[in-house]
């Protein structure tokens, strides 16, 4: 059983991981660096593989968790799955809507804020945003619970 303990903090972190450095450095730094298109191009080609990566980490550490410690329903089960649930979310909803948006949107940086196209995607950016920090704040509760 301690392998797969291992295996399950292993791809707890790897999760977290990816996420805080894709969130918090990688995305600030393109936009700070690029033209605000080119930036989004590229993290809108990075983020297929970001959620798959993260479903991918997420259902290898519940069936970790579930097979080391049975199928009872304390703290980090239910925020597993949350994230887990959260995570299927943005990859099967949330990105495909705002690739298919962006697409849509000749530039960003020529298209007015106000332009309804421009409002939407906001909209989905900020509960993209939302849900990345509440799956970073679930990876690093669940490295720090027992």
């Known amino acids: 059983m301690q392998y797969i303990d291992m295996l399950y ?3 707890i972190s790897l999760w977290a991981g990816g996420n805080a450095i894709f969130t918090l450095m990688l995305t600030p730094i393109l936009f700070k660096t690029e033209s ?10 990075l983020f297929p593989g970001y959620f798959r990566w993260g479903v991918a980490c997420g259902v290898i550490a519940l069936i970790c968790r579930l ?4 199928f009872n329903f304390k ?18 909803y949330v990105e495909p809507k705002a690739a298919e948006l962006k697409r849509q949107i000749v530039s ?4 007015s804020k106000d332009h309804p196209l421009r409002k939407e995607f906001s909209k989905l950016h900020g509960v993209s945003a939302v849900c990345n920090l509440g799956v970073l704040a679930g990876g690093v509760l669940l ?4």
């Open 9 to 11: 903090r292993l791809a």
């Open 108 to 111: 960003f940086e020529t298209t």
């Open 67 to 70: 097979s080391s410690r049975g």
């Open 75 to 92: 703290l980090p089960v239910i925020v597993l799955v949350i994230m887990l649930a959260v995570t299927c979310f943005q990859a099967l």
């Open 36 to 45: 605000r298109d080119v930036a989004g191009r590229i993290v809108g080609n």
């Open 143 to 146: 490295v720090v619970l027992p």
